[in-house]
């Protein structure tokens, strides 16, 4: 990881490279049992290339995580942080500053106008889990946008939408 971090900074500059980690997220049978450890031997590495343009971290449930208030302590730079927080929550953590710069993954997929509604205070549409990791437009592109006319309509629920 360390050498493609190097080789992508010598083309341009560690400013114009982002690296993005996922510390303890288990998939498959990749499972990390050395976090601690780990990280803190990454974090020093990349602290020790230069202003990198930003870190990014994406957690199951960032709320929860002891890594993410360790690394963000230990990281020299900016962080985008992720995880399954409302809108409120990653706003609070900016204004904080325990996060400089956010994203959504799910919440996208299953609100295609995502920042409309979070502007207007609109309720959001649930992702489906049985179609969000499957290959295939259904779950993707099937989500409604917001219309004030018809809230109901607006808004699914995953069962709604497998069935
Ligand atoms: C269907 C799906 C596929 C994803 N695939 C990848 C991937 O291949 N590589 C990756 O780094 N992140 C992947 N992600 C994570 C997103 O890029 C993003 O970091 C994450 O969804 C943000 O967290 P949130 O969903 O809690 O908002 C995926 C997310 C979803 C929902």
Redesign the pocket.
Known sequence: MLEVVDAVCAVRGPEFVAI?L?PGFTIGEIEEADIDEKYSYIIKELNARGDLLFL?L???D?KQSEIYRKIRNDFKGKILA????TADEYATGIEAGTMDLI???????SNPDLPLRLAQDAPLSQ?DYET??TPGSKG?TDYPSWDPTDPEGSVVNPTELTN
Do not use: C, V
């Not at 992720?82 to 927080?85: C, I, R, T």
């Not at 994203?103 to 997929?109: A, C, D, E, Q, V």
């Open positions: 993005k996922t990014h994406w957690f199951n960032l992720e995880g399954s927080l994203g959504f993954g799910r919440m996208f997929i992702p969000i990791y993707y």
